[in-house]
């Protein structure tokens, strides 16, 4: 007897060893899912939207790149043929990831692109001759040609039948310019400069979304993280002509620009901290209330995800989870010129409770789906991207996707700087 339960002992323990009980793991998206939107593209991550998804007579994902030999090309996908179209703007535009564009769907769902090349002159933009339809467009226009042009951010808001679009300008701060129809726009105005004389040489950077009612929000730093060792993060809302805190304190006016950050809803204070920070995203809740994605950097080597969220009465500011460090791949023997560029943060419009964010496992960048049901205190999250062969990067969500859509595009390939890169356009669709 003592043999034959000897014997069921060793039968158990060997069960155990071959089968082990399940242990929690992150949930992971199938390789059917994921999709080669081009074999070719990049992006910086201050043009937004730089996707969108319109459901009309099709449904279908547009979004711009540039190419590593300098094309801007625009693309669609259909998400019922599955059939990708993709069209060149402009030949020879510059190998340059901040020469990408941004999009606005009109209200016949005809799209409109903006695009400026890195700090060169002028900004333009061009609208298809159809609705849903990149294939053919209308002449190009200038909407300034001012030297010293990067980034395009554009708006229409239809309480007030007005386009704005925002760029940074020839000196160095976020800059506007409005129009009643999209062809004629007014004289470039600057947006965001600090009252102080020694404020005016930093380069502020913006992130911008809207209801495309009557509100637009903008989360914005002091200046470049390299620069400014106390980087903080702010926000201003624009409603009818006024600039206010979340909480509805009156920051400026219009028509007496510009708004000092010192004025505005300090959201991150890096002159508190001494640690200085970036911004990555903003996306409003069902409320309308404005939820932010930036990065806390303590060092080159440290990048750490941050989440706040705007409650009704103050600003909840959480840490998601660490981002590492730099992505771009030094090359050996050279020092990394932009270590604060992290993976990258996406929220998702229709549902910024969920992230989509890149961070290194296993030594690589790869896309996870980061979702909270309270207010960023606690996290869940899910694999989209395991076991790559390369870097996953810069994550964008696009524009007016339904909620229960889970949709996300990124840059995948080999990235040294922004000027030498040979990265593809990946895409994650799938379903909440």
């Known amino acids: 007897m003592i043999n034959i339960g000897q014997n069921i002992f060793k039968v158990l323990c060997i069960l155990i060893i071959c089968f082990p009980s399940p242990v929690p793991c ?9 999709t080669t939107f081009s074999t070719d593209g990049a992006w910086c991550w201050f043009q937004d939207p730089r996707s969108v998804y319109i459901e009309g007579k099709q449904k279908q994902i547009y979004a711009g790149w540039v190419t590593h030999d300098g094309k801007l090309q625009v693309g669609s996908y259909n998400l019922e043929s599955k059939k990708t179209v993709i069209v060149t ?33 002028g900004l333009f933009c061009r609208t298809t001759f159809a609705p849903e339809d990149i294939t053919k467009w209308e002449e190009e226009v200038t909407i300034t040609d001012s030297p010293r042009v990067t980034y395009s951010h554009p708006v229409y808001l239809e309480e007030e039948k007005r386009f704005y ?52 929000h903008f989360a914005f730093t002091d200046g470049h993280p390299h620069n400014e060792p106390m980087n903080s993060i702010y926000y201003l809302k624009y409603e009818h002509g006024i600039f ?12 007496r620009l510009p708004i000092a950050p010192s004025r505005s809803d300090c959201i991150y204070n890096g002159r508190e901290t001494g640690i200085r920070a970036w911004i990555w995203d903003i996306a409003l809740d069902k409320s ?3 939820v932010i994605a930036y990065t806390r950097l303590p060092s080159k080597t440290d990048h750490r995800y941050h989440y706040a969220c705007w409650t009704g009465t103050d600003w909840l500011d959480t840490e998601i989870t660490s981002g590492g460090k730099w992505f771009p791949q030094t090359p050996v023997d050279k020092e990394e010129t932009e270590p604060h560029y ?15 964010l890149s961070h290194p496992v296993n030594g690589i960048f790869e896309i996870e789906k980061w ?10 999250a899910q694999t989209i991207t395991a076991h790559s062969g390369a870097l996953n990067v810069r994550p964008v969500v696009p524009r007016y996707c339904p909620p229960n859509m889970s949709v996300v595009l990124w840059m995948n390939g080999s990235y040294i700087h922004y000027t030498d890169f040979n990265t593809r356009i990946k895409l994650y669709i799938g379903s909440d």
């Open 371 to 380: 979702t909270t049901t309270d207010a960023g205190r606690h996290w869940s």
């Open 89 to 121: 703007i402009k030949e020879n535009w510059g190998a340059d990831d901040h020469n990408t564009c941004s999009f606005l769907v009109l209200s016949d769902k005809k799209i409109m692109i903006f695009y400026a090349q890195h700090n060169q002159k």
């Open 342 to 356: 992290s993976g990258g943060m996406a929220l998702d419009p229709a549902s910024p409770n969920k992230i989509f």
């Open 165 to 216: 679009v925002f760029w940074r300008g020839e000196s160095w701060k976020p800059t506007l310019s409005m129009s009643e129809d999209g062809k004629i726009w007014s004289t470039p105005e600057i947006l965001i400069q600090e009252d102080s004389r020694a404020a005016k040489n930093i380069r502020p950077y913006i992130k911008i979304t809207t209801d495309s009612k009557s509100t637009i």
């Open 288 to 290: 309308g209330n404005p």
């Open 244 to 255: 206010t805190h979340a909480d509805g304190k009156i920051a400026g006016f219009y028509g």
């Open 26 to 34: 992150l949930a992971s998206g199938s390789d059917s899912s994921i």
